[in-house]
């Protein structure tokens, strides 16, 4: 079915509601003593609790409950005094113990939300209906064997790796909105260190949940639920195309069904995999197990004093304390310690208005430049050294060509920027006493220039300066030059 015109599609609003599954990155698994780690040989990090064993018994992870309180404090939410884990019966083979133990009718915590950012610097906030923890299940390998045609094997090392997952309203309306939300969240987590969210190692995980209404409508449409959504970029791309297939299907006269549909990143399209199931296919009851989480008092106070300063606080925080435009604050703050190396840069170069913005392009240019897509860990010069450099140039001190010159050496060497510079003798003159006996050389040997300069055909100034740049080897300040040029000129 071919996708209807952007018209058609124009006259509906669609609706998105995001369920993300967020691995928490502790050392062990939630209910037993497993280390967690990724791409460990099969079935090694397992026992009798994760495998599912008869009267094996869970043990709550403290640490697991402490990063998933962190994570609902940073999405706003309220964390409820008391929660309770909950079986989600069914049967999967990469399921041991029959059932997953998450939390339902008693979630550790409600009521948040998520500021995002659009494009253009517009801002939305998307509320979050709940933060609730529960563990995972292990990995079924459909291929990768010699005989992966007829056997599916398991591997449960995954099998009680704790998990948080976040459920949004329905506040989406548009795949674009889905993507920076997505996107924010991912910061959110990673400014608390509760997680990585590396798509790649299955550390966060997502589905959307789509319909569409004719425009002006207020009740929701029939959604359908898209699952194995493994990149940010796939999500758009998956929301997109369920989005035009609902108004294809509605132009068409039929309905949209209520269901669980897979993305295909091969085509592109959604297909249908199973009716929608309903909690009550789960036989939810409650953990016999385990007792009910309480979270409160000194604890949950603690762990709201020892929060970091948020990525959208943080933005708005540059933007008016460091004059950042929106674009820059956004790319500066969408790592944690990317954020911490700009503001350490930028106190370091004076703190403000024009230093600071300065600071802002080296980061973002040469430093990223020099990185080579390695994280900020690896940058060669130290924030408060390319603060030094850049205060320099704020200055007048050295040219931002000189500059440039000096961090490829610090970057090698190790050396501030001061150190480098005298050792290279890269000082820019600006001394006048200096720059008039070189002016003066200049102009005796330009006397044409000097002529129609002085008959008013002031745009030979630029030749001018740049004789007296080439004559210092671009070590003088173009604006010491300029006056003393006009000085001299008369
Ligand atoms: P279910 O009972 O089918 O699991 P929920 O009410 O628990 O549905 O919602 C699951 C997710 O689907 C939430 O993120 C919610 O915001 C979203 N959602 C609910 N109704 C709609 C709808 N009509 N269109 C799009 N998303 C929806
Ligand atoms: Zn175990
Ligand atoms: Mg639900």
């Not at 329905?170 to 674009?176: F, K, L, Q, V």
């Given at each position: 079915?071919?996708?209807?015109?952007?018209?058609?599609?124009?006259?509906?609003?669609?609706?998105i509601g995001l369920e993300v599954h967020v691995q928490l990155g502790t050392?062990?698994?939630?209910?037993?003593?497993?280390?967690v780690?990724f791409?460990?040989?099969?079935?090694?990090?397992?026992?009798?609790?994760?495998?599912?064993?008869?009267?094996?018994?869970?043990?709550?992870?403290?640490?697991a409950?402490?990063m998933a309180v962190k994570a609902a404090l940073g999405l706003k939410c309220?964390?409820?005094?008391?929660?309770?884990?909950?079986?989600?019966?069914?049967?999967?083979?990469?399921?041991?113990?029959?059932?997953?133990?998450?939390?339902?009718?008693?979630?550790?915590a409600?009521?948040g939300e998520l500021e995002i950012t659009l494009e253009?610097?517009?801002r939305k906030r998307i509320g979050v209906t709940r933060v609730h923890m529960e563990?995972d299940?292990?990995?079924?390998?459909?291929?990768?064997?010699?005989?992966?045609?007829?056997?599916?094997?398991?591997?449960?090392?995954?099998?009680?790796t704790p998990l948080i997952e976040i459920v949004s309203e329905?506040d989406m309306?548009s795949a674009e909105e889905a993507y920076a939300y997505l996107t924010a969240l991912k910061e959110v987590m990673q400014y608390l260190n509760v997680s990585e969210c590396d798509m790649e190692k299955g550390q966060l995980r997502c589905d959307a949940n789509?319909?569409?209404?004719?425009?002006?409508?207020?009740?929701?449409?029939?959604?359908?639920?898209i699952k194995n959504l493994n990149s940010f970029r796939f999500a758009r791309m998956a929301i997109?195309?369920?989005?035009?297939?609902?108004?294809?299907?509605?132009?068409?006269?039929?309905?949209?069904?209520?269901?669980?549909?897979?993305y295909?990143?091969?085509?592109?399209?959604?297909?249908?995999?199973?009716?929608?199931?309903?909690?009550?296919?789960?036989?939810?009851?409650?953990?016999?197990?385990?007792?009910?989480?309480?979270?409160?008092?000194?604890?949950?106070?603690?762990?709201?004093?020892?929060m970091p300063e948020l990525p959208a606080e943080k933005r708005k925080?540059f933007?008016?304390?460091?004059?950042?435009?929106?674009y820059?604050a956004q790319v500066l703050t969408a790592d944690r310690g990317l954020s911490e190396y700009f503001?350490?840069?930028?106190?370091?170069?004076?703190?403000?208005?024009?230093?600071?913005?300065?600071?802002?392009?080296?980061?973002?240019?040469?430093?990223?430049?020099?990185?080579?897509g390695a994280g900020i860990e690896?940058?060669?010069?130290?924030?408060?050294?390319?603060?030094?450099?850049?205060?320099?140039?704020?200055?007048?001190?050295?040219?931002?060509?000189?500059?440039?010159?000096?961090?490829?050496?610090?970057?090698?060497?190790?050396?501030?920027?001061?150190?480098?510079?005298?050792?290279?003798?890269?000082?820019?003159?600006?001394?006048?006493?200096?720059?008039?006996?070189?002016?003066?050389?200049?102009?005796?040997?330009?006397?044409?220039?000097?002529?129609?300069?002085?008959?008013?055909?002031?745009?030979?100034?630029?030749?001018?300066?740049?004789?007296?740049?080439?004559?210092?080897?671009?070590?003088?300040?173009?604006?010491?030059?300029?006056?003393?040029?006009?000085?001299?000129?008369?």
């Amino acid at each position: 079915m071919a996708a209807p015109a952007d018209e058609l599609i124009a006259k509906y609003e669609a609706v998105i509601g995001l369920e993300v599954h967020v691995q928490l990155g502790t050392r062990t698994k939630i209910f037993c003593g497993c280390p967690v780690v990724f791409g460990a040989a099969a079935n090694t990090n397992v026992c009798p609790v994760c495998l599912g064993m008869p009267g094996a018994l869970p043990v709550l992870n403290g640490a697991a409950v402490e990063m998933a309180v962190k994570a609902a404090l940073g999405l706003k939410c309220r964390v409820n005094p008391a929660s309770r884990f909950a079986r989600k019966n069914y049967f999967y083979p990469d399921l041991p113990k029959g059932y997953q133990i998450s939390q339902y009718d008693e979630p550790l915590a409600e009521h948040g939300e998520l500021e995002i950012t659009l494009e253009g610097g517009e801002r939305k906030r998307i509320g979050v209906t709940r933060v609730h923890m529960e563990d995972d299940a292990g990995k079924s390998i459909h291929d990768g064997f010699r005989d992966s045609d007829q056997y599916t094997y398991v591997d449960l090392n995954r099998a009680g790796t704790p998990l948080i997952e976040i459920v949004s309203e329905p506040d989406m309306r548009s795949a674009e909105e889905a993507y920076a939300y997505l996107t924010a969240l991912k910061e959110v987590m990673q400014y608390l260190n509760v997680s990585e969210c590396d798509m790649e190692k299955g550390q966060l995980r997502c589905d959307a949940n789509v319909s569409v209404r004719p425009r002006g409508e207020e009740k929701l449409g029939t959604k359908a639920e898209i699952k194995n959504l493994n990149s940010f970029r796939f999500a758009r791309m998956a929301i997109e195309y369920e989005i035009g297939r609902q108004v294809g299907l509605i132009e068409g006269g039929e309905k949209v069904e209520q269901e669980t549909r897979l993305y295909n990143a091969d085509t592109g399209m959604t297909v249908g995999m199973r009716s929608k199931e309903h909690a009550h296919d789960y036989r939810y009851f409650p953990e016999p197990d385990l007792t009910p989480v309480r979270v409160g008092g000194d604890w949950l106070e603690g762990i709201r004093r020892a929060m970091p300063e948020l990525p959208a606080e943080k933005r708005k925080r540059f933007i008016e304390s460091y004059g950042l435009r929106e674009y820059d604050a956004q790319v500066l703050t969408a790592d944690r310690g990317l954020s911490e190396y700009f503001e350490k840069t930028a106190e370091a170069a004076g703190g403000e208005g024009n230093a600071a913005r300065l600071a802002a392009n080296w980061v973002m240019g040469d430093l990223m430049a020099a990185l080579k897509g390695a994280g900020i860990e690896a940058a060669p010069v130290k924030a408060e050294r390319l603060g030094e450099l850049v205060a320099m140039i704020a200055k007048g001190e050295i040219s931002g060509k000189m500059a440039k010159e000096i961090f490829a050496r610090m970057a090698e060497t190790g050396d501030g920027a001061r150190a480098v510079m005298e050792r290279e003798g890269l000082k820019q003159i600006s001394d006048a006493g200096a720059l008039e006996k070189i002016v003066d050389e200049v102009l005796a040997a330009s006397p044409k220039q000097v002529e129609q300069y002085r008959s008013g055909k002031t745009t030979v100034m630029g030749f001018l300066v740049g004789q007296v740049m080439k004559a210092t080897k671009g070590q003088a300040n173009p604006g010491a030059v300029n006056e003393v040029l006009k000085a001299k000129l008369g």
